[in-house]
T-cell receptor, first 115, second 107 residues
Framework: DAGVIQSPRHEVTEMGQEVTLRCKPISGHNSLFWYRQTMMRGLELLIYFNNNVPIDDSGMPEDRFSAKMPNASFSTLKIQPSEPRDSAVYFC?????????????FGNGTRLTVT | SQQGEEDPQALSIQEGENATMNCSYKTSINNLQWYRQNSGRGLVHLIL?????REKHSGRLRVTLDTSKKSSSLLITASRAADTASYFCATDNDMRFGAGTRLTVKP
């Protein structure tokens, strides 16, 4: 199994640009999570999908952030427009299970730098 | 706010010693999970303990769960330098993480 695949691994962009982060969950997993990690704020849950439906998006910081899961094998997190304070490592994770989550499998993350 | 809160924030021990870290949570759960994160990498799932279990072992890891106190502990026995990492807990009904425990094992 290839595990959770995130792309790109690194992204450097200028303030105001649109950024799209991508995630391919483990095949057969029906839950998908997006997290953001910074030194200041730690690991924050941004949004959680179950069976491709957003269940909890209370962690999405503001309207500049949006996430989609058009099918069971692909999700995107988009930031438009990006700001320097969005600089962080963004992780995607997937798991089996519905409302009661089983073990999460994390990708290696996308390190975003907004200048 | 997150369910799982880890303590201590940092722990430094010598190789061969045991390391214990704790997790507290707020509401009822079906399971609690422990994860490890090496610097710059994604979290790795270590062990899951269900609400009807009191103790679980996996290699050098021992996890306990006290649902009456809403707390869990992770014990790493005979620690190694390679155990140096941050450790996090999360509950199945929330999946938010606290600040973690930063463990340093000195060779």
């Amino acid at each position: 199994d290839a595990g959770v695949i995130q792309s790109p691994r690194h992204e450097v962009t200028e303030m105001g640009q649109e950024v799209t982060l991508r995630c391919k969950p483990i095949s057969g997993h029906n839950s998908l999570f997006w997290y953001r990690q910074t030194m200041m704020r730690g690991l924050e849950l941004l949004i959680y999908f179950n069976n491709n439906v957003p269940i909890d998006d209370s962690g999405m910081p503001e309207d500049r952030f949006s996430a989609k899961m058009p099918n069971a094998s692909f999700s995107t997190l988009k930031i438009q427009p990006s700001e320097p304070r969005d600089s962080a490592v963004y992780f995607c994770a997937s798991s089996l299970g519905g409302v009661r989550v089983q073990a999460l499998h994390f990708g290696n993350g996308t390190r975003l730098t907004v200048t | 706010s997150q369910q799982g809160e880890e303590d201590p924030q940092a722990l430094s021990i010598q190789e061969g010693e045991n390391a214990t870290m704790n997790c507290s949570y707020k509401t009822s759960i079906n399971n609690l999970q422990w994860y490890r994160q090496n610097s710059g990498r994604g979290l790795v799932h270590l062990i899951l303990i269900r609400s009807n279990e009191r103790e679980k072992h996996s290699g050098r890891l021992r996890v306990t769960l006290d649902t009456s106190k809403k707390s869990s502990s992770l014990l790493i026995t005979a620690s190694r330098a390679a155990d140096t990492a941050s450790y996090f807990c999360a509950t199945d009904n929330d999946m938010r993480f606290g600040a973690g425990t930063r463990l340093t094992v000195k060779p």
